[in-house]
């Protein structure tokens, strides 16, 4: 039933049943929502009277897996407390009665309120009148992923430098891990394994032999004794 629909049996209701004398009342057939957001729903009516405080409104609800239609809300020209525990602390009245409007809004909507609410008013002398009613749909919420400013921030800024950084460690890594041979120490770092090849360099150099002919001789007495054999350090060769 859509809301035209309902306002006119409301107004066949008024001709036939009670002789002009009624109240018209409609609201949307179908309301969604996604969970956990607020919802607005709409009623609106009119009066063959002018509206007084004694006019009143009454809001039920019956849940879509099934179960009789329970008041949940109730106004008269004030908004009485919603003693329902479903819905306590979720309703408020954002109707305007000189206007028409007997509409509220549902806090914090779930999926438990998925289900047909009925609104209905009464305006004495007009007390007889059709009752609206909206389905409410109430969908999972979504998860969705939004780039916010401090976000595309973070990526221009973050990225390049952590990008940087790997490359560095790896350019670490394989310097540490090339040949002996191209790896640096410290001038006195004495690496293992290396102490005995410096040692055996030293005694190897240390020492030279050198000959020397005797500058006094003849070469037709050259004799091979007459070479001298001298032992010098390295330094004085």
């Known amino acids: 039933m859509d809301v035209n629909r309902s306002a006119f049996k409301g107004l066949l209701w008024c001709v036939f049943f009670t002789s002009g004398l009624c109240m018209s009342v409609w609201s949307p057939a179908e309301v969604s929502v996604v969970s956990g957001s607020a919802v607005s729903l709409s009623c609106s009516f009119s009066s063959s009277s002018r509206v007084t405080s004694l006019m009143s409104v009454d809001w039920k609800f019956k849940p879509q897996s099934g179960g009789p239609a329970k008041l949940f809300f109730h106004f008269s020209s004030v908004a009485y407390p919603v003693e329902d525990e479903r819905f306590r602390g979720r309703v408020k009245w954002a109707g305007s009665p000189s206007g028409g409007d007997a509409s509220i809004l549902l806090l914090n ?12 008013v009464r305006n004495p002398p007009d007390i007889q009148g059709n009752t609206a009613q909206t389905v409410l749909t109430v969908t999972p919420q979504r998860v969705s992923l939004t780039l916010t400013d401090v976000g595309v921030l973070l990526v221009c800024v973050v990225g390049p430098s952590a990008l940087v950084t790997l490359l560095l460690l790896s350019r670490i890594c394989c310097c540490s ?61």
């Open 177 to 237: 891990e090339g040949p002996p041979a191209l790896q640096h120490h410290s001038p006195i770092e004495v690496i293992a394994g290396e102490e005995y090849f410096y040692t055996q360099t030293q005694h190897k150099h240390s020492a030279c032999c050198c000959y020397f002919k005797d500058s006094e001789y003849d070469e037709d007495d050259y004799m091979p004794d007459k070479l001298h054999e001298h032992t010098i350090t390295a330094s004085q060769c």
């Open 109 to 120: 909507t779930t999926q438990t309120d998925n289900g047909t609410f009925s609104c209905s």
